[in-house]
């Protein structure tokens, strides 16, 4: 089956789906995509864990390509705030709505490994404009619960359930990188976290951004799993 992506499909202007692969014989992928043709969607993408050859064989016969390899890494909350602080810490703040405009400026700047950047159906334009609504929302607090801020050079933000947390991004502008910045967003995070109740802590990078993946396994961070995400645009 086809879910219909609907705030994808409202902010990019055009008919946006996931394929639900549970159900899913995928016996006859070519009436899928032709009753998704007649149906309007414009792109699908369809995302899974297992590193499923035929299935990948099978999606690739029927024009879906590969837009992103994703990398969820995994960390004990107590374990990590048992070690020092950074004093780089003192100097990040809760993001308000007073920062958003701030704050959208240095999304547009960050995120370059995502798919939105790599995948041919979305336009640059469109890429920064995506981060830039994100954070504003996770501000407003629809996409995060939490936002610090370490004004003028990055951010994180922070979203929980129940007894695990997420950081949904983590982002240092390019000149300020390097200079422990990263680990004290991350220390101001999982002190939130604790003080939530939240146990451990998961992340999601791109398995190409070299850089975050070394970040996250130096912090103790452990990989827990990964996932792949193969597009298909149907429609210009």
Not at 87 to 92: A, D, G, P, Q, S
Not at 180 to 204: C, N, P, Q, Y
Request: charged residues 25%.
């Amino acid at each position: 089956m086809i879910k219909e992506l609907s705030w994808d499909s409202n902010f990019f202007g055009k008919k946006i789906g996931e394929v639900i692969l549970s159900d899913m014989a995928f016996s006859n992928v070519k009436d899928l995509l032709n009753k998704a043709k007649a149906d309007g969607f414009h792109y699908l993408l369809c995302r899974f864990e297992k590193q499923d050859t035929s299935l990948i064989k099978l999606l690739t016969s029927n024009g879906f390509y590969l837009t992103d390899i994703g990398v969820t890494w995994k960390i004990d909350v107590k374990k990590f705030i048992a070690r020092p602080g950074t004093k780089i810490k003192n100097h990040i703040i809760k993001a308000e709505p007073s920062h958003i405009y701030e704050l959208k400026q240095i999304s547009s700047l960050l995120f370059k490994d995502s798919r939105f950047y790599s995948d041919p159906f979305f336009n640059r334009h469109d890429a920064e404009r995506l981060f830039e609504v994100w954070i504003e929302n996770s501000i407003v607090g629809d996409a995060a619960d939490i936002v610090f801020y370490y004004p003028k050079k990055g951010y994180i933000t922070c979203k929980k359930q129940n007894k695990i947390g997420k950081i949904i991004l983590i982002g240092v502008l390019e000149q300020w990188q390097r200079k422990g910045i990263g680990r004290a967003l991350m220390e101001k995070a999982l002190d939130w976290f604790h003080h939530e109740g939240v146990t451990s802590v998961k992340v999601r990078t791109q398995l190409k951004n070299i850089n975050a993946m070394n970040f996250y396994s130096s912090l103790g961070f452990k990989i827990e799993g990964f996932d792949l995400i193969f597009g298909n645009i149907l429609l210009p």
